[in-house]
């Protein structure tokens, strides 16, 4: 195998650690992989650009195997190592393969991505499904690949025809196409998310604390007070009323212990008259 380009700070070329001579040395990475996520392969995939738009999105979501089947511009591709732009891990693990049967070999589960009725009888899944499935699989030591079509018109019947099941993405009718690197970020999002426990929305406080019940309850009181002092509640039957609507503000308000110190500062300041102000 061909060393690794190194530049003169000592620190190695992105993308450059593909192989022999001959080009990358087929089935050995291959082997030495672990069953830690899917496997993506891209099939014929035209541009180099979105290679490397396809790492970029698998290393985004912590996936770096990737095999290449006969891609139109040969391998190593510059454009896909300029593209990855951070995600040169992955296309330092890129294999190449002749076939989709070569690189779906050792694959117990092959998912093939389409967006086209392709009338074949397999089973059709959501990314969110299929990844669900993926994550199953892979737990109980088993090795799934994923097929991504070339740019130009996608997988053809006969790759189809070797996957076991079919991604497929909910998109617009009228527009449904995505190109390589979409098509990859999607699966590879959702990959992730099937175990991601990052809350759906999250409070950032930002140094302060969240405001105390008895805090609120101070600044209600000295608003009030305020308020009272200049005849704002009028007609004086409304005023529980204008009084609740005001402290339902406050108190759905998310305030910090800041904010309510910046609300009486606010208040005080208010009140002070000073000269030739109405």
């Known amino acids: 195998m061909r060393p690794a380009a190194w530049d003169e700070r000592g620190e190695r070329v992105a993308g450059t650690d593909h192989g022999g001579e001959g080009g990358p040395e087929i ?9 830690r996520g899917p496997t993506f392969i891209l099939v014929a995939p035209q ?9 970029r999105a698998m290393w985004n979501f912590g996936l770096d195997r990737m095999r290449l089947v006969a891609p139109r511009d040969g391998w190593p591709n510059p ?6 732009s951070g995600a040169a891990h992955v296309l330092d693990r890129v294999t190449v393969h002749d076939s989709v049967l070569d ?30 499935e993926a994550r199953a699989m892979i737990a109980a030591g ?5 097929l991504f079509g070339p740019e130009r018109a996608g997988l053809e019947n006969a790759d189809i025809v070797r996957a076991n099941a079919v991604i497929s993405v909910p998109v617009n009718p009228a527009f449904g196409s995505l190109n390589l690197g979409q098509s990859a970020l999607l699966i590879a999002y959702e990959w992730m998310r099937q175990v991601d426990a990052t809350p759906p929305a999250t409070y950032v406080l930002a140094g302060a604390e969240r405001a105390t019940g008895i805090e ?9 007070a305020r308020l009272d002092a200049a005849g704002f509640f009028f007609p004086e ?24 110190r910046t609300l009486h500062g606010v208040v005080r300041a208010l009140a002070v008259k000073r000269p030739g102000r109405k």
């Not at 089935?27 to 069953?35: H, I, L, N």
């Not at 541009?47 to 790492?55: K, L, R, S, V």
């Not at 454009?79 to 990855?84: D, E, G, L, N």
């Open 27 to 35: 089935g050995s990475e291959t082997r030495a992989e672990s069953p």
């Open 47 to 55: 541009m180099g650009e979105n290679i490397g738009a396809a790492a």
């Open 79 to 84: 454009r896909a190592v300029a593209m990855a």
């Open 103 to 132: 690189a779906g070999a050792d694959l117990g589960f092959v998912f093939a991505t389409t967006a086209r009725d392709r009338s074949l009888t397999k089973q059709v899944m959501t990314p969110e499904q299929a990844m669900a």
């Open 142 to 146: 088993e090795r799934v690949g994923i």
């Open 216 to 224: 609120v309850e101070k600044f209600m009181e000295h608003l009030v």
């Open 237 to 260: 039957h409304k005023r529980p009323h204008m009084v609740g609507n005001l402290e339902n503000l406050f108190r759905r308000a998310p305030l910090t212990d800041a904010d309510i």
